[in-house]
């Protein structure tokens, strides 16, 4: 069984700063893909970041610049630092990876979502 755990997120101020983290636990072999995504009141979920196991990146437009997707392979663990935060990030941000686990099975998976809002 794998799980995804979030953490990080919070109240902030436009302008600041929060740093995601999400880990991978469970019968794994390994986490390939991770990626956080975002979902405001009433809109769709929007992928914000994706990081490949070898490092590569992608990112929602709006936020290039802005945050930055790490990753830990040791630690299957991914981090999102998110700076000059504005109103309109305000969001559940979700947790979401590709494993591979000890049966070989590829499975996606999801975090229970944290909390991020931006105050103006």
């Known amino acids: 069984q794998v799980q995804l755990v979030e953490s990080g997120g919070g109240l902030v101020q436009a302008g600041g700063s929060l740093r995601l983290s999400c880990t991978a636990s469970?019968?794994?072999?390994?986490?390939?893909?991770m990626s956080w995504y975002r979902q405001a009141p009433g809109k769709q979920r929007d992928l914000v970041a994706v990081?490949?196991?070898?490092?590569?990146?992608n990112y929602l437009d709006p936020v290039k610049g802005r945050f930055t997707i790490s990753r830990d392979n040791a630690k299957n663990t991914a981090y999102l630092q998110m700076n000059s935060l504005k109103s309109e990030d305000t969001a559940v941000y979700y947790c979401?990876?590709?494993?591979?686990?000890?049966?070989?099975?590829?499975?996606?998976?999801w975090g229970q979502g944290t909390q991020v809002t931006v105050s103006s």
């Open positions: 990081i490949t196991r070898g490092g590569s990146t």
């Open positions: 469970g019968s794994i072999i390994s986490v390939n893909n």
């Open positions: 979401n990876a590709d494993v591979l686990d000890v049966v070989f099975r590829e499975g996606n998976y």
